[in-house]
């Protein structure tokens, strides 16, 4: 999914967003295998809430990457 999909708003609202993203894999807790999901779940409960200002500043890299201000995207939509 991209930020426009619940994910985004897990972010942008700094609930504990676990995930399997590829795409923002630096933004919540991301895993791989449902072992390691369940070692991030286990973490976010534990660490969440001392590493906001980690999760939002990785949140917002995410929100810039998807924006439709980013003129990347910009240049996509002008293409087509």
């Keep these: 999914g991209q930020t426009g999909q ?3 708003q897990y ?3 700094n609930y504990p967003l676990i995930h ?4 923002y894999k630096n933004a919540g807790y991301y895993y791989n ?3 390691e999901g369940v070692q991030q ?3 976010s409960f534990k660490n969440n809430n001392n590493n906001l ?3 939002k500043k990785e949140a917002n890299k995410v ?3 998807f924006s439709p201000n ?3 995207n910009q240049q996509i939509y002008k293409l087509k």
């Design 6 to 8: 619940p994910q985004g």
């Design 11 to 13: 972010l942008y609202l």
């Design 20 to 23: 399997n993203s590829k795409p």
């Design 33 to 35: 295998t449902i072992q």
């Design 41 to 43: 779940l286990y973490d």
């Design 53 to 55: 200002d980690k999760y």
């Design 63 to 65: 929100f810039k990457i």
């Design 70 to 72: 980013n003129i990347n």
